[in-house]
């Protein structure tokens, strides 16, 4: 059986998908993997630059944009390893985060889904925890006052800026940029909710695991660089402002308006 299958759901980030991949490849160590690309309609020839380059990988080339959630659950339909790891296209692998990464999960058969450690790329922390959103702060932060006073307890318990990213342990919701599921995790709750398009389809899934009695978890021991929102940041603003209101809005809706 497979140890791992990565799934990267990709949009005009040719170069950076690239490096993404060479990165996996270059870390794999002895971690049996298979790796699905799934090409959201790019136009910068990255299923050429795919097939050309890594002819090992799997990829799906997808007539329309179906969204992240969609094009996700195309890859995992297909994967047969034991964990799944959902793995954006502007990240780097670092040194034996694969194999700390497995080894995490087979230590504790209890954690469904686990995240890693993020960086920028000068290697500074990202944050990448978060604690289940909350009407307030999702407020502050659409009507922009998040940017004007960014040290509002509401906020700051939020976007757990009290985490101790130095070890290991558990998390309300780890970042979707690197979001390792348990295969068995999946058989019981399901594929991801497909009309999230983007955003808070990983938020959706953590709080599904946890109410399922699977726990999610950080893992201080191994990293990713993480360059950061360039597949979405093409998109014009007041269209990412809608999206993230709509999916922020379909998550209260199916989860409870809490303030």
């Known amino acids: 059986m497979l140890d791992l299958s990565i799934i990267i759901v990709s949009w005009n980030v040719s170069e950076l998908l690239k490096k993404c ?3 996996v490849y270059k870390n794999q160590g002895k971690i049996n993997l298979k790796i699905f690309v799934i090409d959201n309609t790019s136009t910068d020839n990255t299923v050429e630059m ?10 799906i080339a997808n ?3 179906l969204g992240f959630a969609t094009a996700n659950n195309q890859g995992i339909k297909k994967s047969q390893a034991k964990y799944i790891l959902l ?4 990240t780097e692998i670092g040194e034996n985060t694969l194999k700390n990464m497995v080894e995490f999960m087979e230590e504790n058969y209890k954690i469904g889904i686990a995240g890693c450690k993020h960086c920028n790329p000068d290697w500074t922390l990202q944050p990448s925890v978060r604690r289940f ?8 932060i659409l009507t922009k006052v998040a940017k004007i006073i960014p040290g509002l307890p509401a906020l700051r318990s939020y976007l757990a800026q009290d985490f101790d990213y130095k070890i290991a342990q558990p998390a309300e919701q780890v970042a979707g940029s690197f979001f390792m599921i348990r295969k068995k995790t999946l058989e ?5 909710d497909e009309k999230f398009f983007l955003w808070f389809e990983e938020v959706d899934y953590c709080k599904r695991a ?11 021991n191994a990293k990713i660089i993480h360059y950061g929102g360039q597949s979405f940041s093409q998109r014009l603003t007041i269209r990412k402002q809608l999206i993230f209101v709509k999916s922020a809005w379909y998550y209260f809706k199916k989860h409870g308006f809490v303030w």
């Open 87 to 90: 793995l954006n296209p502007d």
């Open 50 to 59: 795919v097939k050309t380059n890594f002819p090992d990988v799997n990829i």
């Open 21 to 23: 991949l060479k990165s």
């Open 188 to 192: 019981e709750i399901g594929l991801l």
């Open 133 to 140: 959103p909350r009407l307030l702060p999702i407020l502050l």
């Open 210 to 220: 946890k109410a399922a009695g699977w726990q999610v978890w950080y893992n201080a």
């Open 63 to 65: 007539k329309n944009n």
